[in-house]
């Protein structure tokens, strides 16, 4: 995101945000947002980059877009008076769904800020007839004092792309995907093949029971699974939160058996779940529970710790990291990273491995204060920096981690990822991946596996989503950012929300690139190409000139 006019490059919106974001009801983050307001007003050339400019919600581009404005009101004018910096009324315009009514509407959007006459020609038209300076963004004329002229002129406006086309989002923002910088040739291609696959021979992965794009269970997880949903049904009659606990519990089960189990034990305890953001729903849910819900937990509990309960996962997991290859390498060998959302089944899956891999040191990637390294059946605690430290020198080539390695950590040391559960969120699968699939990767194509139990809730969404994964390059840019509890009620439905997202994504993608596709040029400014020793003052000079 930018200001018109210079560059300082400001990376502090984005960290803020990992650590909670921007501009929610949380004291550190608002205090944050305050911080980066003040630093806005202190700054003569402005640019923020993110790679998430939305995380969790649309209000956190207007934060970004709200620090530029601060000292600057040409990004979303002057906010006392404007509709710009109101982004529940103004979302509904820059997503094209909206138009103003009638022209007195249109110039009210139009004139806090006015464009500059550079971007379109009716702006140019109006800035002339008003006599607005070059350098001036705001004019305090009402409607009916512009003459029938202009008044006609701004009829333009009304038009239903006009301003989805222009608006502060647009004019402010610039989107550098990474199909983008490749089809420009500024990045190298790396490409992702995708297990299990679909077309190989039934044979491809020997011992591993696949059945499509699921995995086999057993009976005590299929038990275990119906107690799941007999428990959220019970729930449902007598608590709205039905939904969202079902939507819990059908994750954390999906995720493993160890994940399944420890999750029904926590919440027998009625603990409050780590990394479970609505904390205190789930603690008044869990205070009311009946004696039929208590009994649906103690059967997934009891079906999960039967011996013959073996994780099917964990198989998989062993077979491709010891015995699949690729490039005639094991994936062990290339290197791999292990994904989950949660802790349970990071630490069980990390102190299974350490088991049946003698020797190899597995790294557990976690939040603050559980990471370590085991070593056969030792674990040792360490910090975060530690593993980042050994596997970029080789000295771990395995990792199993939660989604607090998504972001800031760089792996492409390791050549292949397994998904051990699936996000109900497209972002953070891409955001996994972008660990390994970035600059400096040494393979040209990475491997990564998704597994899901045959038959649950993982399984249907997983499918919807693969058959939109058909880009090896860019495997995710079609697919929405978060996929909403909702969708999921059943798959025609959300078949079709995400073919409506996906096709209004690409609309407003076509938007930014189409705006802004002239300024990639990659003859242009090929630093690695100098001849010479930059000094700091050439790079300040170089980051000074205007866009």
Known sequence: MKRRYGTVILDEAHKARRRGGLGENKEQPNNLLDFMLRIGQRTKNLLLGTATPIQTEVRELWDLLRILNAGADHVLGRELFGHW???EKALPLVKGNESPLNEKEAWEWLRNPLPPGSEDALFATLRLQIGLASNVFFTDRGFGSLGFLEQQAIGQALAPDYLQQHNPVVRH???RRRQTLEDAELLERIGVDIYPDLNAPATAYPGVGFNGLGLLTNLPFDLAYQAAESFTAALKRRTKAAGFMKTLLLQRICSSFASGRATAEKMLRREVLEDEEQAKLVEETLSGLTPEETRHL????????????????????????AEHRTDAKTWLEHGCIIFSQ??????ALGAELAKSLPNEPVGVY????????FRDNDFASVEREEIKAAVKKREIRLVVATDAACEGLNLQTLGTLINVDLPWNPSRLEQRLGRIKRFGQARRTVDMLNLVYHETQDEKVYQVLSRRMKDRYDIFGGLPDTIEDEWIENVEKLEGMMDEYIHLRKKARDVFELRYQETIDPERDRWELCSRVLSRHDVIDRLSLPW
């Open 85 to 87: 910096a109101d982004w």
């Open 366 to 373: 976690a939040g603050s204060g559980k990471s370590g390294i």
């Open 298 to 321: 103690q059967t997934i509990v009891t079906e999960l710790s039967r011996p013959e309960a073996r994780d099917p996962k964990v198989s998989a997991v062993r077979y491709f990291l």
């Open 173 to 175: 923002t610039v989107l």
């Open 342 to 347: 949660y802790y349970d089944t990071v630490y």
